[in-house]
């Protein structure tokens, strides 16, 4: 049972619960609340834990007002592990002590960030974290000069790693509404939020297309070429990115909410686009949004950003994936093709798992918060509940962090399956899934098939 328990599929979820809590703990110290506001619960401050380390942004107290620099320190410190992975830090911490990394755990984390076995873990790592520490750093440096006032040198390093890590936590009780015109501040954040969901094996491979761009440049010989997995990341977030604002502009547009000229409705409409993803930040009101708008984020949501990110929801590649699937479907082809390649039998089963879980995870949730947060009423007494908490629900899931006002009145009960619904949606629920897997045995016989009529 010890040894099915501390399987490379279990770790993450240890490391991560252990994070969680540690990070509950300091939270609920006096140490980490302002003088005289009230003490923060256990299971608040696991909640704020749990959407720190998940990369979330849902909150139940303002950050900047209610925590001390220490309690703002520790939120950092959750996010910062969060998003790199508390695996891809132990295993590095293992490494720098000269340790030696078993096979299963480079093939656990390589399956995370690189789905590529034989790569060089040590060399990959520091990679990770020193060209995340440059990224952050970098994006510090630019808030600060962009706004040295709204952003000084502690709260453009957390805005900053918050963004690059796609938390969505700030230090205002607006998010980034007060910049809501600015087209620097915008398109700094838009930036570090992309980046962070791109997913870190993109990110290289990007990295050493341009370095082999810049050393050919002028000579006659093959160009490089992006990988097919990094081509299929960019060619969905961008259609996303660019579907996503236009859907909400035209939205916002023709229910006449947004005020300001086009352009400033065409930037919120952009950042948000980026944002609902996976970041959590905003720049308008998003309880004031129209409910078109809303169920358009809702679907950006569970699409979430790129394998191996900082971002939640089903990932990019998935849904690209099931975009060809329904292409096949009306040309009456027979192989799913993504790109210039087709996918196996294998990969179409994982996609379709992943989707039809990912779905029943958050049908469950949404029921569950339309019991616990008064949507049994009758529907003429509980009018705007079933879309709140289908939203809250599918921020959670897929670690968003934008809310519509719900969060900070959700109810002990709700809180939990929120806490929940963070996990799950930080691992994954193939993650999961293959956890629990691990625990069972194939059997050793196979029942008669036959086929049975649909649709």
Known sequence: MRS?????????????????????????????????????????????????????????????????????????????????????????????????VSLTDRLAVSKTLLHDPSFKLSQFLVRVVIGTLFVESVGALTLYALDPVGFGPWSALFHSV??????????YQDSLMQWRTNWGVNLAFIILITLGGLGFYVLHDCSIYIRKRIALRGRI???????????????????????????????????????????????????????????????????GMTNVSLLFMIGL?????SPG??????????????????????????????????????????????????????????????????????????????????????SAFGTVGLTTGMTGTLSPVGRTVGILLMMVGRLGPIWLLSALASWQELPRYQIPEKDLPLG
């Open 162 to 171: 918050s963004a690059f890590c796609n938390a969505g936590f700030g230090l």
């Open 301 to 305: 949501m569970f699409v979430g950003g």
């Open 309 to 394: 990110s900082c971002a939640g929801g089903v990932k990019t590649t998935t849904a690209r994936v099931m975009w060809g699937f329904i292409v096949t479907q009306f040309r009456g082809g027979e192989q799913v093709r993504v790109g210039r390649f087709a996918l196996d039998r294998q990969a179409m089963s994982r996609a379709f798992t992943l989707v039809v879980l990912a779905g029943v995870l958050v049908c469950a949730a949404t029921l569950a918060l339309n019991i616990t947060e008064g949507g049994d009423a009758p529907h003429d007494q509980a009018r705007g509940i079933f879309l709140e908490t289908m939203f809250e629900a599918m």
């Open 221 to 287: 010989t093959a160009k490089p070429r992006l990988s097919w997995h990094t081509g299929i990341v960019l060619s969905t977030s961008l259609f996303l990115v660019a579907a996503g604002t236009v859907a909400i502009f035209a939205a916002e547009e023709m229910g006449g909410y947004q005020v300001g000229s086009w352009s400033e409705a065409l930037l919120s409409a952009l950042f948000q686009s980026v944002s609902c993803r996976t970041a959590g930040f905003n720049t308008v009101d998003i309880g």
């Open 4 to 100: 099915k328990l501390l399987t490379p599929f279990w770790l993450p979820v240890w490391f991560f619960i252990v994070a969680i809590l540690v990070g509950g703990f300091l939270l609920h110290l006096d140490t980490a609340r302002m003088p005289g506001v009230a003490p923060l619960s256990r299971l608040d401050a696991l909640f704020t834990a749990t959407s720190a380390v998940c990369v979330t942004g849902l909150v139940v107290v303002d950050t900047g007002s209610y925590f001390t620099t220490f309690g703002q320190g520790v939120i950092l410190v959750l996010i910062q592990l969060g998003g790199l992975g508390v695996m891809t830090y132990s295993s590095l911490v293992f490494f720098l002590l000269g340790r030696r």
